[in-house]
């Protein structure tokens, strides 16, 4: 808790009433926003992945790196606490989860993160009407939360052209179809190295078309990092090839 204006007052306050964590809400919490040490143990849980293609570490076999061209970096897997966080992200009364994920993204992947040498943090804009029936964008709040981990500003270098279909309401050949000319760059992209962000990947067809627009704009580079991917996309399983 903060109180403005009586700074000597706010580590008694919070020594009186300690934070809670905004996952359980249950135990008391440290950092911003405060998260407990279960939880966030639960949260960055799940096997190790390939930082290039995001798929669970495959060892020698070939990495399918499709998108993006960089990188992309993943906190859980999208399963049981994660899914359940994920959803409460999308409410507005979920933004604190959405902003505790994003900390935690930042927390578990700092070396890549920061070996990317990145100069801007993106979100993968919501259509402004959904956005407005939804009340808030998860992506959006995870992105701001990134960025204030990485000491990047949050930049909005994306917009929706065209409401699309949920892509998880789609078989997996018609998706690409569906995002493709949906967004467009806004500012001015050009020469920086960009995190895009999401809460969901199903199938990387949506931060594959948003990475194309980034980099016909000229980003210089164009890494992503999400809450969850779902396992299984295109190729995924194509090892044994
Ligand atoms: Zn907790
Ligand atoms: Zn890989």
Known sequence: ?????????????????????????????????????????????????????????????????????????????????????????KRPAGEPVAAGLGRLLVEKHRAILDEWRLHAVVPVPMHWLRRMSRGTSAADTIATAVARGLGLPRRRLLRRRRATRRQNELVVGERPANVRGAFAARGRPAGLRILLVDDVSTTGATLAECGRVLVEAGAAAVYAAVIARADGWPGDDADAS
């Open 1 to 89: 808790m903060r109180w403005p204006g009586m700074p000597g007052l706010a580590p008694w306050l919070d020594f009186l009433c300690p934070p809670r964590c905004v996952f359980c809400r249950a135990e008391p919490a440290s950092g911003h926003p405060p998260i407990c040490r279960r939880c966030a143990a639960t949260m960055s849980a799940g096997g190790p992945r390939c930082p290039a293609c995001g798929r669970p570490a495959h060892g020698d076999t070939r990495c399918r790196r499709r998108f993006p061209a960089g990188g992309l970096v993943v906190l859980a897997d999208y399963a049981d606490e994660a899914r359940t966080a994920i959803l409460e992200a």
